[in-house]
């Protein structure tokens, strides 16, 4: 038997948010040396690893981010000749495409991100890191249940 508000369980949700925050400072402190922050590694990564060139608004939701913050975002990596922004098939439609130097900076976070997965989890069976990332998958497909609800209403 179980109790939603028994400290295992009210515990887990801050748990898993303090972990992804921790996680993420670390990687950005490791890419702060290539002027790079989180505001602008993490988009360059979701871009790099999306299996084709990614919409503007997949990308936003994809980020958590509204319209205009993921405009002046774009327009920043841009300007920093790390993106391009092209029609897509519908001429509303803004596709993202990395540059070649947007490659090489995402070849940089790649590198700086494996030395901390790699240190990390160095201390976790691959038993370990399969129930964990099963139990993580299950969550996520919950909250994403739990999201299609709130929007059917």
Same mark, same amino acid.
Request: hydrophobic share 40%; charged share 30%.
């Given at each position: ?63 958590? +981010? ?6 002046? =975002? ?38 700086? !991100? ?6 990390? =989890?160095?201390? +976790? !069976? ?16 919950? +909250?994403?249940? =739990? ?7």
């Amino acid at each position: 038997m179980t109790s939603d508000d028994a400290p295992l369980r009210s515990g887990f949700g801050p748990l898993v948010a303090r972990t992804a925050r921790q996680w993420r400072r670390c990687v950005d402190r490791r890419l702060q040396p290539f002027g790079l922050t989180q505001a602008t590694w993490l988009p360059l990564l979701q871009l790099a690893r999306a299996p084709a060139p990614m919409p503007q608004k997949d990308l936003a939701r994809s980020l958590a +981010l509204d319209d205009s913050s993921i405009v002046r =975002l774009l327009d920043t990596l841009q300007r920093e000749g790390l993106v391009d922004r092209r029609e897509g098939q519908d001429r509303r439609v803004k596709v993202l495409h990395l540059t070649p130097s947007g490659k090489t900076t995402v070849a940089s976070v790649e590198a700086v !991100s494996q030395a901390v997965r790699k240190r990390v =989890l160095a201390g +976790l !069976s691959d038993e370990d890191i399969g129930a964990a990332q099963r139990v993580l998958e299950r969550i996520l497909d919950e +909250l994403a249940k =739990l999201e299609r609800e709130d929007e059917d209403g």
